[in-house]
C-alpha cells in the first residue's frame, strides 16, 4: 500500500469512525460495459456511465445455458449478477410458411456460431465497482444467489483492461 | 444539531483532503455520470423511457433519407403486429416500451460497394440466403447510446427478399412474412422457448431441456406441461427441437413450430411468467415509505402502480390481515385508527394465461407499518 492509500485508508477509518455509520455505498446512474468476444474469451472494449438509474434486468429465464455475467466491488465481493443469452448464436430464420409450403419442406434455423462478436452489459453504478466475472455454474442453477455452487472462469477489471 | 454540523464539517474536510491527496487513476471509470451522446433521432412510439418494463428498440439499415418515411411506417406497423398477434399480448402490452431510432444509410442497395450504416448482407452463413446478418457491434454501441435501457433489439432491413436472423440482435426484412421472425426470435430470447419444429437426421437429447415447451418426458403426470393437460389444444406430441422422435412439444402446432402460428397456452403461459420475472409485478409504490406515518383522524392513500395493468392484474387490500378492497390500485385508509396498523396490497395475475408459477413470479405482497400520531 502507497503513502497516498494509506492516508485514504486513515481518513476512511476516522470518517466512519467520527460520523459513526459506514460510509453507504449508494448506486448513481447505470454502468454500460461494452465486452468484446474472441472463441469464448471476452475482453472490455469500453465503458460508461449514464445518470439514469435504469432497472437491470436479471435475465432469471435465459436458460440453462446463458452466460452468467458477475458485477464485484474492490476485493471481488459480488455486487450483483445477471443472465444473458449466448451473444454467439446467431439463427437463421424458419422459412415462412408460405414459402415452406412451396418448396415442400420444413425449414431449420440454420443455427451459426460466431467466433468473434460484442455484447452490451448493463449494471448499476457504485462507486467501489472493479470487476466482471463471467461465471460457470456446477448444475441447474436454481438459486442465483448460492455463490459457492458458481466460479469465475474470467475476470476482467474495469479499471485495467 | 451540534452533531449534524460537526459531522458535515468532518466530511468536508476529510473529501478535501482526500481529493488533493488521492491520485487519480487515469483509467478510473467516470464517476461523473456520461451524457448520452446520440447521432440518431430516437422516437418512443409506445411506452415509458425509464427503464421500467421490457424495452425494445427498432432501427433501420438500409434506408436512406428519402426512405424514413417507409421506416417509420414499418416500425409502427411492427409494433401494431406485436401487441395484436395475440389477444392476450394487447392486454400485456403495458411492459413494452417501444423505441424508433432512425439510423439513416448512405445506400439502400445492399449489394452495393457502399456500406449501409450496419453493413446488413444476405446468406451470412454462405450457404442460407434468406439469413441476414450485420455489424452486431456497431449496432449494440450505437444502440447502447441512444436508448442505453434497451433490453432487445431488431433491425428493419429495407428488402422486400424474406430474411432475417435471431440472436442479440435480431433482424428482419420489408418482406411482409419476415415480421413473423422477431415473434418467433422473441420467443427465445426472452421466454426461453424452443424450436418446436423437426428436421431429419438429428438426436434427441439424454437431458431434459430447460425449455418450457420442449420434453423427453413424455409422461402425463409428471410432464413440465401436466397443469394444461385439460387445455384442449394441449397434449404430448412427438417431435420438436429439431428431431422427429424422442422429443414432445405440448401443441400441435405453434408460433415456435410454424412462424405465424398462435402461441397456444403453454407458450403463453412462458412468455408471461418472463415478463413478470423481468419486470415484476409492480413499477412503483405510494408511500414510498415502509413505514409511514399520519395523525390520528386522517387518511393515508395508498396506491400501486402495475407493471402490466389491471386488465390483467389485481390489487386487493388488506388491513391487519382483514380484506378491506378488492380489485383497485389505490386504497385510502384509516381516520379511524387509533393505534399503528399495517396494510397490505396483494397483486395477482387475472389474465388467466398462467396456471403454474412456482417462483411466484406473477404475484407480489407489498407491506405498510404505519404509525398514528
Not at chain 1, 459513526?20 to 448513481?28: D, I, S
Not at chain 1, 448493463?122 to 462507486?127: G, I, K, L, V
Not at chain 2, 452486431?136 to 447502447?144: N, Y
Not at chain 2, 418472463?274 to 392513500?301: D, F, N, Q, V, W
Request: aromatic share 10%.
Amino acid at each position: 500500500m502507497d503513502k497516498n492509500n494509506t492516508l485514504r485508508a486513515f481518513l476512511i477509518v476516522v470518517m466512519i469512525c467520527v460520523n459513526g455509520v459506514a460510509l453507504a455505498k449508494e448506486r448513481t446512474g447505470t454502468l454500460m460495459v461494452h465486452l468484446s468476444y474472441n472463441e469464448g474469451n471476452y475482453t472490455i472494449v469500453d465503458r460508461w456511465v449514464v445518470s439514469d438509474n435504469f432497472p437491470i434486468k436479471s435475465g432469471n429465464l435465459a436458460g440453462n445455458d446463458a452466460l452468467i455475467f458477475q458485477l464485484t466491488d474492490d476485493m471481488d465481493r459480488e455486487i450483483t449478477r445477471i443472465k444473458v443469452k449466448d451473444p454467439s448464436i446467431v439463427r437463421g430464420p424458419p422459412l415462412s410458411d408460405e414459402e415452406a409450403v412451396l418448396m415442400g419442406f420444413d425449414s431449420p434455423h440454420n443455427i451459426v456460431v460466431r467466433k468473434q462478436g460484442a455484447l452490451i452489459l448493463r449494471f448499476p453504478f457504485y462507486d467501489n465497482i472493479r470487476y466482471i466475472n463471467l461465471l460457470t455454474v456446477n448444475d441447474n442453477e436454481a438459486d442465483n444467489s448460492s455463490a459457492s455452487r458458481s466460479r469465475s472462469i474470467q475476470k476482467m477489471d474495469l479499471f485495467d483492461y | 444539531m451540534k452533531g449534524i454540523i460537526l459531522n458535515l464539517l468532518v466530511c468536508t474536510f476529510s473529501a478535501l483532503f482526500l481529493a488533493s491527496c488521492v491520485e487519480v487513476d487515469s483509467t478510473d471509470p467516470d464517476p461523473t455520470p456520461t451524457p448520452t451522446t446520440s447521432q440518431y433521432n430516437v422516437e418512443t412510439i409506445s411506452g415509458r423511457t425509464d427503464g421500467k418494463g421490457l424495452d425494445l428498440v427498432i432501427a433501420g439499415d438500409a434506408f436512406t433519407e428519402r426512405d424514413l418515411g417507409s421506416f417509420k411506417t414499418a416500425v409502427k406497423e411492427f409494433a401494431e403486429y406485436l401487441s395484436n398477434y395475440e389477444p392476450m399480448l394487447a392486454k400485456q402490452s403495458k411492459a413494452w416500451n417501444i423505441h424508433r431510432v432512425d439510423v439513416i444509410s448512405d445506400t439502400s442497395d445492399l449489394d452495393s460497394s457502399t456500406d449501409t450504416a450496419f453493413e446488413s448482407f444476405y446468406n451470412c452463413d454462405g450457404h442460407t440466403r434468406r439469413m441476414i446478418c450485420l455489424d452486431e457491434s456497431k449496432v449494440q454501441v450505437e444502440m447502447a447510446k441512444a436508448v442505453p435501457q434497451y433490453d432487445f433489439i431488431i433491425v428493419i432491413v429495407n428488402s422486400t427478399e424474406y430474411g432475417g436472423a435471431g440472436g442479440v440482435v435480431a433482424t428482419f426484412s420489408m418482406n411482409s412474412y419476415a415480421k413473423e421472425i422477431a415473434i418467433h426470435e422473441l420467443g427465445h430470447l426472452l421466454a426461453n422457448l424452443g424450436d418446436e419444429y423437426s428436421v431429419g437426421g438429428q438426436s434427441a437429447p439424454y437431458s431434459e431441456p430447460d425449455y418450457p415447451n420442449i420434453t423427453i418426458n413424455n409422461n402425463p403426470t409428471t410432464v413440465k406441461w401436466r397443469h394444461w393437460l385439460n387445455d384442449p389444444y394441449v397434449d404430448l406430441y412427438e417431435g420438436g427441437m429439431y428431431t422427429e422422435t424422442g422429443v414432445w412439444r405440448p401443441t400441435n402446432d405453434s408460433f415456435m413450430r410454424t412462424l405465424g402460428q398462435p402461441f397456444y397456452p403453454v407458450n403463453l403461459e412462458a412468455w408471461s411468467l418472463a415478463l413478470y420475472s423481468e419486470i415484476g409485478t409492480y413499477y412503483s409504490k405510494m408511500p414510498r415509505s415502509s413505514s409511514p406515518s399520519h395523525r390520528a383522524g386522517t387518511e393515508l392513500e395508498f396506491s400501486v402502480e402495475l407493471s402490466l395493468g389491471s386488465q390483467v392484474q389485481r390489487v386487493n387490500w388488506y388491513v391487519n390481515e382483514v380484506l378491506y378492497q378488492e380489485n383497485s390500485t389505490s386504497f385510502r385508509c384509516c381516520s379511524t385508527a387509533t393505534g399503528d396498523y399495517q396494510v397490505r396490497a396483494e397483486v395477482s395475475d387475472i389474465s388467466g394465461a398462467i396456471v403454474s408459477d412456482p417462483n411466484n413470479y406473477s404475484s407480489s405482497s407489498i407491506a405498510w407499518n404505519v404509525s398514528v400520531n
